[in-house]
């Protein structure tokens, strides 16, 4: 069974940075694909960026070129560094595991079948 954690969140200003962690009990690697997923008030959940057990990193496009998305093997991490946020980015965002997904659904939420609790995350 696997417990996925996830930390970091809170409130910045549009522009600022936020890094989220995620920690495991249970390995989460292997043939796992892990991301980090995110659901706004109102909305459907969306997936935000993921990581492969290759170390091929996939993004949603409205976050390309300002998250960046990085595991630790050894710390069984999950690590999701946000710089220039924005309002847009304000929601929920989960850590998930997800078991071999082809890779053009790695950011489909229905694919993803342990899940964390949750942190908020609000720019204003």
């Known amino acids: 069974h696997v417990q996925l954690v996830e930390s970091g969140g809170g409130s910045v200003q549009a522009g600022g940075s936020l890094r989220l962690s995620c920690g495991a009990s249970g390995s989460i690697y292997g043939d796992a694909c892990v991301g980090w997923l995110r659901q706004a008030p109102g909305k459907e959940r969306e997936g935000v960026a993921a990581?492969?057990?290759?170390?091929?990193?996939s993004y949603v496009d409205s976050v390309k070129d300002r998250f960046t998305i990085s595991k630790d093997n050894d710390k069984n991490t999950l690590c999701l560094q946000m710089n220039s946020l924005e309002p847009e980015d304000t929601a929920m965002y989960y850590c998930a595991r997800a078991t071999r997904p082809r890779p053009e659904r790695r950011l489909r939420p229905e694919v993803y079948n342990y899940w964390g609790q949750g942190t908020q995350v609000t720019v204003s």
């Open positions: 990581i492969d057990s290759d170390g091929i990193a």
